[in-house]
C-alpha cells in the first residue's frame, strides 16, 4: 500500500507538503503540487480513512433502524447476523452501531423510534423501510449530512448511498416461472399480498403477475393478508382461497409468512397437491421444504 511517506520520497518533498496537498490546507508551491499530484495520479494512492480515525481516537455509530427481530416469523434475525458479522469485522476501526427497533405492525411504535434515531448523534444510518407510506415522510426529515444505506427495501427516489436487496420486482417474475414450471398446464395460483403496504412486497406481486399475463392459463388471483393477524383471522383467509378455487394448483407467498399457509394446507389432506413459493432461508421453512410442503424459497441472502 503507498504512503504519504513513498510519496514524499519520490516527490522530493516533506511528508508535511504531501499532506498539505492532499488535504488542500496551508501554501504549496504551484510546481511541487502538481508533482505530488503527478505522483498520487501514478501510485493510485488511496487515504487510509481507518488509520487517520485510529489517530484521531474517532469513534463512528452507525444507527440501525429495522423492525424488531421476532417479527415476520423471526426473519429480521438473519440482516441481524450480518450487521453483528461486519461490527466486529471493523471494531478495530472504532465502528459501533446502535439499534433502533420499531414494531412494523403499529405506527406510533415508529414514530417514537424515529424520533430517537433522529435525536440521535450518528455518522450513518442503515434502514429497513419496510413500512411505504410512513418512510416517505420519515426521510424527508433526515438530515442532509447524515448518510443513509436502505436493506431489504427501498423508497424510490429518496437520496440514500445504496440499496442492499434483491430486485423485487424480478423476483416475482421468477417465482411465477418456478410456479408454470411446477403447475405445468391450465390452473390457478393465489397470490398473498402481506401487509402492512410496502414498496418491496407490491414489486415482487407485480413481477408475478406481470409473468402471469402472458400465459393465458395461468389464473392468477390477488388477496391480502395482515402479517400480524391471528391464527384464525389467517384460516379464514385460506379458507376463502381454497373455497373460491375449486382448480387451485399454487400459492405463492410474497413475504416471509410461507410457513403458515404451508401449516394450513396441510392439516386439509387434500388429494390434489397444491404447490407453495415463498421467501427466505429461515430454519422452520427449510424444514417444510425438505418434506415437500414447500416447492420452492426464494433467499435474498439476507444476512
Known amino acids: 500500500m ?9 516527490a522530493n518533498v516533506s511528508i508535511g507538503t504531501v499532506d498539505r496537498v492532499i488535504h488542500k490546507r496551508g501554501r504549496v508551491s504551484k510546481e511541487a503540487e502538481q508533482r505530488v499530484r503527478r505522483i498520487i495520479e501514478e501510485l493510485d494512492y488511496k ?17 440501525i433502524l429495522m423492525p424488531k427481530p421476532n417479527q415476520d416469523s423471526m426473519y429480521w434475525t438473519l440482516p441481524i447476523r450480518g450487521i453483528t ?12 452501531v446502535r439499534y433502533f427497533f420499531y414494531d412494523k405492525y403499529r405506527e ?47 423508497i424510490p427516489k429518496a437520496n440514500y448511498i445504496s440499496y442492499i436487496g ?19 398446464e391450465k390452473g390457478t395460483v393465489a397470490v398473498i399480498r402481506v401487509l402492512p403496504e410496502d414498496y418491496h412486497i407490491d414489486a415482487r406481486v407485480n413481477g408475478f403477475l406481470s409473468y402471469c399475463q402472458s400465459y393465458p392459463e395461468i389464473e392468477a388471483k390477488v388477496y391480502e393478508l ?5 391464527a384464525n383471522i389467517r384460516h379464514k383467509i385460506f379458507r376463502k382461497i381454497i373455497a373460491e378455487n375449486r382448480g387451485l394448483r399454487g400459492i405463492f407467498v410474497s413475504n416471509a409468512t410461507t410457513h403458515m399457509t404451508a401449516e394450513y394446507i396441510k392439516s386439509l389432506s387434500l388429494q390434489e397437491k397444491i404447490h407453495i413459493i415463498g421467501y427466505d432461508l429461515i430454519e422452520e421453512y427449510i424444514r417444510y421444504l425438505k418434506e415437500g410442503l414447500i416447492d420452492f424459497l426464494i433467499s435474498q441472502q439476507s444476512e
Open 2 to 10: 503507498t504512503t504519504i511517506k513513498e510519496i514524499a520520497k519520490r
Open 47 to 63: 487515504p487510509n480513512i481507518f488509520a487517520k480515525n485510529l489517530k484521531l481516537s474517532r469513534t463512528f455509530t452507525f444507527g
Open 85 to 96: 458479522k461486519a461490527q466486529n469485522e471493523l471494531a478495530a476501526q472504532k465502528v459501533k
Open 108 to 154: 406510533p411504535s415508529f414514530n417514537e423510534v424515529s424520533k430517537q434515531v433522529l435525536e440521535s448523534p450518528l455518522e450513518g444510518l442503515l434502514i429497513a423501510p419496510v413500512l411505504s407510506r410512513i418512510f416517505d415522510t420519515f426521510i424527508k426529515e433526515v438530515p442532509e449530512n447524515l448518510p443513509y444505506v436502505f436493506f431489504d427495501s427501498f
Open 166 to 184: 434483491q430486485d423485487s420486482f424480478q423476483s416475482g417474475v421468477l417465482s411465477a416461472k418456478l410456479m408454470h414450471i411446477l403447475i405445468k
Open 226 to 230: 395482515e402479517g400480524n393477524k391471528r
